[in-house]
C-alpha cells in the first residue's frame, strides 16, 4: 500500500497566526487538517478541526486567494494514521530523522486536544 503524507504549513499574515497539521487519511485522500497556535507539540494542547483541506496543500508555499493570509510549509513527509473510534486517532510522522506521534482526542464539536506520546 503506498504510504500516506502530511504537511504541516505555517499560516501567517491572518489574525490569529498559526499551525496547520494536515494528513491523508487514506492514499489520496482530502487532508485532514487540525489548526494548533504551537508547533512542535510537546505537550497537551487545544487544536481544532478544520474541514478537509485538498492535496493541492502537500506542496504549496505562498499567498492564499481571497486575502487569507500566507502559508509556509514547514514540514513533510510520510505518516502512518491509526482511527480508534470516530473521535480518536493516532498519527506517527517522520520528517528527516525524526518521528513524532501524537493522540488527537475529540472534545466537542470541532475542539480536540492533542498530546505528543
Known sequence: MKPLRYVI???TDVAEPHFDLMF????????????????PI?????????????RFFLQYDGVLTDQRGMVQRIGDGECEVEIGEADKLRIRITSGTTPTTLRLHKISDNQWQAEPE
Open 9 to 11: 504549513l505555517h499560516h
Open 24 to 39: 491523508e487519511t487514506l492514499p489520496g485522500s482530502d487532508l485532514a487538517t487540525w489548526r494548533s497556535r504551537v508547533w
Open 42 to 54: 510537546e505537550q497537551p494542547i487545544a487544536v481544532t478541526r478544520l474541514r478537509d483541506h485538498r
